[in-house]
Every structure is written in C-alpha cells, then in structure tokens.
C-alpha cells in the first residue's frame, strides 16, 4: 500500500540545535516531494519541494532536505533551529503520472525551547 | 496576489445535518482540491476539482461531496453530519493539474456536537 511515514512524532530541541525529520515513502512509481509546515494557529505553508534534478534542496527559513531515492527519504535539516521554528511539520508526496494529490504523512510536532 | 480564502472559518453543526464550505482559490488557479485533518487520521485527500469537473476522489463515503464553479471557486458538502466529521477542512488549489505545488487556504475548523 502506497504510505507516508515519518517516525518522529514530537521532537523537542533546544535553541541553535540541529534538526533532522526523517520521511520515508512507500510509492512504486516516480514521485514530487515536499515538506509543508503548519506554525499555531497559521495555515500550512510550502517550505520546500522536490520535482527532479540535483536532490538536495534548500527552502526557506534555512531549512533543506535530501532526497535519497534508494532509501525512498527525502528527511528535513536545519542546522542551528529557532523558537519560531516550533511548528508540525508535514512530509508529503504525489505521483508524477496518473492522479497527484498529495499523500501527507502524520506530522512530526517540533517543539524549540528558548 | 491574494491566497486561498474559506469560508466560514469555524462552524458548529450536530448530528444529523448538512454543511457546507466554501473555498476561492488564488486567483488564476484552476484546480481546488479538499483535505480534512484530524488528531487521529492526519491529513486524508476528499477530492479535487478542474474546469467544474471532478478530477479525483479520496477514500470517503458518498456523503461527502462537491462542486466548482465556472469561475473556480469551490463548495464541498457533508450531508448527515456525525461526530467524527469532527476536523478542519482545507482547501488547496494550483494553476492546473499538471506537476504544481498546491498552496493552502487557512481551514474551515467545524465542530459536530
């Protein structure tokens, strides 16, 4: 069955703490990637995506991730994390053929303590 | 450009009765697709719309359903609403079905009692 997983639930870190998400995915074909972030109270918003080419990204607010196709991750960094970082953060994938609607995982919580 | 708006933003409803939200796209967006986030589910696709068509359809039973308009614009609706229709229900659009990001409105949070 096709899924989205990310194992990190809630992940609680300091100021100025390196961050990683770690998202795998269960798809058989070719796939867009991307990673949402949902701040309180706020919509979700795009942080970065992945459609081809060179499979490190870089998104906004320092964020990156790599896709590691043999892996099937795409698992989100930042080096040095803020307060205002606290927020759900969401993998999600589509497929590149056929229907693209986007199969999210269930969202890592990730809590900055000042 | 102005971004995805729904309406109303929280409602109230019980068992029983219908309800139905609203969702303008960016303009210049033709496709509108709906997702519902719970605690329990996470965030689940409903269904997309191009061209007043639907496109695709999640996993969700036939009371669920929804409609475009001629000038994109969206209305899903839950008819016999039960306790856990109980979420936030979010609109989504971009240009077109093609490989395109899909950006988010803010959510219709409702309340089944």
């Known amino acids: 069955a096709q899924s989205v997983s990310q194992h990190n639930h809630h992940v609680i870190l300091s100021e100025a703490a390196s961050l990683e998400l770690g998202c795998n995915y269960s798809?058989?074909?070719?796939?867009?990637l991307f990673w949402y972030v949902q701040y309180p109270g706020q919509h979700l918003q795009l942080l970065l995506k992945y459609f081809s080419g060179d499979p490190l990204v870089k998104g906004i607010k320092g964020f990156e991730a790599e896709f590691i196709k043999s892996k099937f991750s795409f698992n989100l960094r930042k080096p040095s994390v803020q307060w205002s970082d606290t927020a759900e953060y969401f993998c999600a994938v589509t497929l590149q053929t056929g229907a693209n609607n986007l199969f999210f995982g269930t969202g890592t919580r990730l809590t900055v303590i000042p | 450009k102005a971004g995805v708006t729904q309406t109303p933003r929280y409602l109230i409803k019980t068992r029983g009765q219908q309800v139905t939200l609203s969702c303008s796209p960016i303009s210049g967006h033709r496709s509108v697709s709906w997702y519902q986030q719970t605690p329990g589910q996470g965030l689940q696709f409903l269904f997309e719309?191009?061209?007043?068509?639907?496109?695709n359809k999640g996993n969700f039973p036939g009371r669920f359903s929804g409609r475009q308009f001629s000038n994109s614009r969206s209305e899903m609706n839950v008819s016999t609403l039960e306790l856990g229709d109980s979420a936030l229900y979010l609109c989504?659009?971009?240009?077109?079905?093609?490989?395109?990001?899909?950006?988010f409105g803010p959510g219709t949070r409702l309340l089944v009692l």
């Open positions: 719309y191009f061209s007043e068509t639907q496109r």
């Open positions: 989504a659009s971009r240009p077109g079905l093609q490989q395109e990001t899909q950006y």
């Open positions: 798809y058989g074909g070719t796939v867009n």
